[in-house]
Nanobody
Framework: QVQLVESGGGLVQAGGSLRLSCAASGRTFGTMAWFRQPPGKEGEFVATITWNGVTTRYSDSVKDRFTISRDNAKNTMYLQMYNLKPEDTAGYYC?????????????????WGQGTQVTVSS
């Protein structure tokens, strides 16, 4: 059974840091990504990473504050978040694609986790 399980969310003050994890099981994946859905808003792309971790892409809103990485030996992806802002408050979801094409579009990812909540207080 293929599963993606996120962890690491929580409540943090503005300016703080969190690290999210996404543990995959059941198969290995090519491209993986993080998306988020702020309360009352549509989902949005956060970051994506190729299977070997060499190439990454970020949304403009998180670039220079967030770092995506992966450890293929552990079949786990991470999102290190620094200098968090109240507008980063959202449910964060990991997504995976068996293929290798980087994408900012959720339709290109066939596997999704259940999400982890990040709340940033001002």
């Amino acid at each position: 059974q293929v599963q993606l399980v996120e962890s690491g969310g929580g409540l943090v003050q503005a300016g703080g840091s969190l690290r999210l994890s996404c543990a995959a099981s059941g198969r290995t994946f090519g491209t993986m990504a993080w998306f988020r859905q702020p309360p009352g808003k549509e989902g949005e792309f956060v970051a994506t990473i190729t299977w070997n971790g060499v190439t990454t892409r970020y949304s403009d809103s998180v670039k220079d504050r967030f770092t995506i990485s992966r450890d293929n030996a552990k079949n786990t992806m991470y999102l290190q978040m620094y200098n968090l802002k109240p507008e980063d408050t959202a449910g964060y979801y990991c997504a995976a694609n068996p293929l290798g094409t980087l994408s900012r579009y959720d339709a290109n990812y066939g596997y999704w986790g259940q999400g982890t909540q990040v709340t940033v207080s001002s």
